[in-house]
């Protein structure tokens, strides 16, 4: 059976569109992947040695509350889920010895701080110390451009009283990459003016006074930036961790700066 030249051309059209179409869809979904925002996912671990349910007896509680990215490309997701990873092995890991590095896993790190602890309590007599480290991680913003994820730490370990810090982590959205304080500072030393103003003005400190003789941790009166800075809705976040800027009994220092007040300064 021989087909029409009429008939022919219609099933030819007809492949053709559908081709088409197909590719139009594959590039339109490769393109959404790429533009749209990052959504993350909460991951729990929860891990106890000893007799918890007794608030008498020895505990070692370790709890981690950590993101991880669902979508978007897969470079943006692999970069970003290996340095939250790497952060919350650096943060286990400096619990420990030399003896465990951060790249090992979660689970084994844990497990070692569970046999330390174990070993400790071995060795001195009556040992009923409940300790306990807490870390978790948030989104602080997140657009096409920047993503901004702030982990925190929060343990006790015995001692006079607990310890806690916080780390900023800021990544380019497009990429994955992170991003360190030069990639986001366009010109340091303007930045550094405007920052060091807003620190008097939320610290209620006078112009002309002395930040070492209102009790801050600046050698020779120089204002210097905290370690963590990212992004949020309201603006650029300044946060010193205690000892940054200040002793233990001032706490955490943080302060915002409108975007408005440095937007010259910093990348878009």
């Excluded at 339109?28 to 729990?44: D, G, L, R, W």
């Excluded at 286990?92 to 309590?121: C, W």
């Excluded at 901004?148 to 982590?169: D, F, P, T, V």
């Amino acid at each position: 059976m021989t087909l029409k030249p009429f008939k022919f051309v219609i099933i030819i059209t007809l492949i053709f569109n559908w081709s088409c179409n197909f590719d139009n869809k594959e590039e339109k979904a490769t393109e959404n992947e790429k533009t749209q925002t990052t959504v993350f996912k909460p991951v729990e671990i929860k891990k106890y040695y000893g007799f918890c349910e007794n608030p008498d007896s020895s505990c070692y509680k370790i709890e981690i509350l950590y993101l991880k990215a669902e979508n978007g490309s897969k470079i943006v997701k692999e970069s970003i889920n290996k340095a939250i990873d790497t952060y919350i092995g650096n943060e286990l890991n400096g619990f420990l010895s030399d003896e465990v590095t951060s790249s090992s896993s979660t689970e084994l790190l844990i497990q070692k701080l569970f046999d330390n602890y174990k070993e400790l309590a071995n060795d001195m007599k009556d040992f009923h110390q409940s300790w306990e480290i807490k870390i978790n991680t948030e989104v602080l913003f997140s657009n096409d451009h920047i993503i901004s994820i702030q982990g925190s730490n929060e343990n006790y370990l015995g001692g006079a009283h607990g310890n806690h810090w916080k780390k900023i982590l800021n990544f380019d959205a497009k990429t994955g990459k992170t991003l360190t304080q030069k990639d986001i500072i366009t010109n340091y030393p303007e930045f550094l003016k405007v920052a060091e103003i807003w620190f008097r003005k939320t610290r209620e400190i006078p112009a002309g006074a002395d930040l070492e003789k209102e009790g801050y941790l600046f050698t020779d009166n120089q204002f210097k930036l905290p370690e963590n800075i990212g992004f949020t809705e309201k603006g650029l976040i300044l946060i010193y961790n205690p000892y940054e800027a200040g002793p233990y009994s001032m706490g955490e220092i943080k302060y915002t700066i409108p975007l408005s007040e440095v937007k010259d300064f910093i990348r878009e």
